[in-house]
């Protein structure tokens, strides 16, 4: 997951980052900080969070590197919110029925109750701020709640997903077993073609609740004869036999 923590100082223990440096520190020690700016510099990017979290730059990559003519399979998948300033990574060999349940309740909820408790401590020290500190507190505040707005949303969504209900099955392929979390996708091209599944196939739009995105019509239905109807057919057949 990708999470700073409240005041951006403070990343949540299984922040992208931090899981990241503590590799690098595990390898190289005490050489750790020196070839993670090494590594920056070869990516041209400010720092790893840059390369993680914009969709065009490490997501871009595994897409490429996961790809074959057609066949499109990135292991790796970022759920963000609407800016990207909140994504959770989910690992595709792992995905279950139960995988958006439990991002929910061990992540995206709990983050949602820590910014709302952000949101009301902003509130509470606006009435006693003057000047440039209240000024800030104000600027404060409208992101905290653009921010919580956007984890609202990003919850709901999950929820309806896992609610369909979601049973990934790994036999059906990526782009298959993605469709359902297409909203979630933030780079232009795969969010496409995750979506364009369920464009041109109904039976899969169906199966994963996301009907109204599906461009093929219905074939009808042929109507089956009542037994009334059944009965005064069959007669007929025989009359014309006598």
Partial sequence: MDDLGVDGTQPHRDDI??????????????????????????LDVKDLREYLRKPALFFADHLKRYSKSRRQAPIYWPLSTASGSYTLWIYYHRLNDQTLY?????????KIDEVEKQLRQIES???????RAASKLRDAFEETKVF????????D???????LPYKPNLNDGVLVTASPLWKLFRLPKWRKDVREVCKHNRSIAIAHGL????????????????????????????????
């Fill in 102 to 110: 439990t991002a929910l309740n061990k992540y995206v909820k709990p």
């Fill in 157 to 163: 969504e999950l929820q309806r997903v896992a609610g």
């Fill in 17 to 42: 980052v931090l899981r990241v440096r503590q590799v690098l520190t595990v390898i190289w020690k005490d050489r750790s900080e020196a070839i993670e700016q090494e590594a920056c510099e070869i």
């Fill in 125 to 131: 020290d606006l009435p006693g701020a003057a000047g």
């Fill in 211 to 242: 009907e109204e995105l599906c461009e093929v019509s219905a074939k009808p239905s042929k109507r089956k004869r009542s037994r009334k109807q059944k009965e005064e057919f069959e007669q007929s057949v025989l009359g014309d036999e006598d």
């Fill in 148 to 155: 919580l707005e956007e984890l609202c949303e990003f919850r």
